[in-house]
């Protein structure tokens, strides 16, 4: 059974930071791509930072602020977020996926990052 747990949110002020953690268990061999992704009230889910092929993307709103990185002893990946805006305010969730069989594609649950004065 896999599973992916991720944790360091909370609530923080505007040019403040934090840093995630998700940590993957379980069965997992051969993934091809791990990554960051945040869904605010009444929005899509969308790409924060991932690394696919050996190769990191950020979205373009969190570029220069963001840093994605990953321990492979840990199983760990985190997600160093820096100078926070109130536009970051999300659920921000981790993702692991194989896209080659037998593929596979994981989700945790989220933490919450509230990003208020």
């Known amino acids: 059974q896999v599973q992916v747990e991720e944790s360091g949110g909370g609530l923080v002020q505007p040019g403040g930071s934090l840093r995630l953690s998700c940590v993957v268990s379980?069965?997992?061999?051969?993934?091809?791509?791990i990554g960051w992704y945040r869904q605010a009230p009444r929005q899509e889910r969308e790409l924060v930072a991932t690394?696919?092929?050996?190769?990191?993307t950020y979205a373009d709103s969190v570029k220069g602020r963001f840093t994605i990185s990953r321990d492979a002893a840990k199983n760990t990946v985190y997600l160093q977020m820096n100078s926070l805006k109130s536009e970051d305010t999300a659920v921000y969730l981790c993702?692991?996926?194989?896209?080659?069989?037998?593929?596979?594609?994981?989700w945790g649950q989220g933490t919450q990052v509230t990003v208020s004065s």
């Open positions: 690394i696919s092929g050996g190769r990191t």
């Open positions: 993702n692991i996926q194989r896209s080659f069989r037998p593929a596979y594609d994981y």
């Open positions: 379980g069965n997992i061999f051969g993934f091809d791509h």
